[in-house]
């Protein structure tokens, strides 16, 4: 079976809350890495697991609300 693209992944992609917790999560694991490359600024690394820790969270929960974007349904 060949997977193919949802008709509105763009919207999926820029307005879904599931995306929007996983950008917030990326930018979580890598923004202690580059404060500290560009100005030597050291950040908790259990207060960072922590924020990474629930955006994860939020990412399942995000997944499974009902956002309006068509084929709620399916």
């Not at 929007?20 to 960072?48: H, K, R, S």
Request: proline share 4%; hydrophobic share 50%.
């Amino acid at each position: 079976m060949k997977p193919k693209l949802i008709s509105n992944w763009k919207a999926v992609l820029t307005r879904s809350y599931s995306m929007i917790f996983t950008y917030l999560g990326i930018g979580i694991l890598l923004g202690p890495e580059a404060m500290y490359a560009v100005a030597a600024i050291e950040v908790n690394p259990y207060a960072a697991g922590y924020a990474d820790l629930a955006a994860g969270i939020l990412v399942v929960l995000g997944r499974v609300v009902d956002q309006g974007m068509g084929d709620s349904d399916a």
